[in-house]
């Protein structure tokens, strides 16, 4: 797919991996929960090999019985390990000087995320980059099941021809929502999943913030 920065004016972000660099976090905590269940542990390669949406699917290939215990009590447990850590994140290199790169450039931004709500709300507060953003949304449980039905709700509140709006992301699946969405999508490899998962998808890669941020706002835009 060719991509054309021109036709833009609004970008929808991915936060977890995208924005926020938390997967040594994911990794540390889920380690964690491996430990206790004498399963063997993560590395941060591996991690990005095997992490995908749902979540249910990437915690059975841990080793995870569902028929023994529950996922839901599984996934609240990662969730609070998460949450007591999660200030210890900060955010990906260049990505505050992208964001306002961007928005100088005169692009709306928004934030579609897998994040419980509140607690996604309460980062960019806390990270200072609540204010690059129109809308910020998230899901309304901690499961991660998924996002293309926030999504729909975030493209009808914009009100914005969709051959105008950009994903970026950092997973296949953000691939797999905007292509559900019927917006283009550009993959920054420095997330959750590896450069060679991303190939797969079907969207162009781009190798990281402050390269994306040159090619959308090129002066020949």
């Not at 060679?196 to 190798?207: D, E």
Request: glycine residues 6%.
């Amino acid at each position: 797919m060719k991509m054309e920065s021109s036709k833009y004016t609004h970008i929808i972000w991915d936060w977890n991996g995208t924005l926020l660099n938390d997967n040594w976090l994911c990794v540390e905590v889920m380690n964690t929960l491996l430990a206790s269940r004498n399963l063997p542990l993560l590395t941060l390669d591996r991690y990005r090999d095997i992490f995908d949406f749902p979540v249910k699917a990437y915690y059975e290939k841990l080793g995870f019985d569902f028929k023994k215990e529950s996922f839901e009590i599984v996934g609240m447990d990662f969730m609070i390990r998460y949450n007591q850590r999660q200030k210890e994140c900060r955010l990906h290199e260049d990505a505050v000087i992208s964001l306002k790169r961007i928005a100088g450039s005169g692009y709306r931004q928004n934030i579609l995320s897998a994040r419980e709500q509140t607690e996604l709300r309460q980062e960019t507060i806390d990270l200072g980059v609540a204010g690059y953003f129109d809308k910020i949304d998230g899901l309304d449980d901690h499961y991660a099941h998924g996002k293309t039905d926030v999504g729909i709700r975030l493209l009808k509140e914009l009100d914005v021809e969709k051959r105008k709006i950009l994903f970026i992301g950092d997973t296949c699946h953000d691939a797999e929502v905007a292509k559900e969405l019927e917006i283009d999508c550009i993959l920054i490899p420095n997330g959750h999943q590896s450069k060679a998962r991303l190939r797969g998808s079907g969207s162009p890669i781009v190798k990281s913030l402050d390269k994306l941020s040159g090619y959308l706002c090129d002066p020949i835009r």
